[in-house]
């Protein structure tokens, strides 16, 4: 099997998941951080949203990560597409709300597949976190708290749609992991090349 690789970046908040600079705003781009021009992104974040993107030349790769399953399929497959994400929430969940997340929450292109979701203390993050700029926007006298949610398909803006319609809108949204890829010790704005061993491109469904 030839070389595959791919590219762990912690995207800042602000920056776009391309290359092309838009003038119609004022976030920057790929561009300010990469010049290889073959990358392509798997799995795009919004602006907005911070954390683990990755990129990669190899289109195999790139399909591995990003084709969502069927529900057919999704019981075989969910080891393979899984994104974890660290969610911090306006309000406390109830394990009403959780368990919505979990089983599948009803948004206006469909029903989500079953995903993970947990709630997490800040000091058990994963993570060590980092200042954001700007920072959240908090109201006074109204809690916030962090979720562990792992989603296994990549509709729009899912994770922070799926928080509001169970009323826990969605104040930052950082990636941890992806396929199994995860975010590690990266500091804002860091990234690092991982090349893969044949058994990883194996348990991603890469075969010659």
Known sequence: ?????????????????????????????????????????????DATSEGLLILTSDGRVNKAITQPPSAANFAKNRHKQGKTYLVQVEGTATPAQLNELASGVH?????????????????????????????????????????????YEGKNRQVRRMTAQVGLP??????WSVAGFELGDLAVGEFVRIHLTSERCQQLGILD
């Open 1 to 45: 099997m030839s070389t595959s690789s791919l590219i762990l970046f912690n995207k800042p908040y602000g920056v776009q998941s391309q290359f092309r600079d838009d003038s119609n705003n004022d976030h920057t781009t790929l561009s300010q951080y990469f010049t290889d021009k073959s990358l392509r992104i798997a799995g795009r974040l």
């Open 107 to 151: 948004l206006k292109d469909g029903k989500t597949l079953p995903a993970t979701a947990l709630m997490v203390e800040e000091t058990n993050l994963p993570i060590d976190l980092w200042q954001r700029e700007p920072p959240i926007r908090e109201r006074k006298n109204v809690p916030t708290s962090w979720l562990m949610l792992t989603i």
């Open 170 to 175: 969605c104040l930052r949204l950082i990636r």
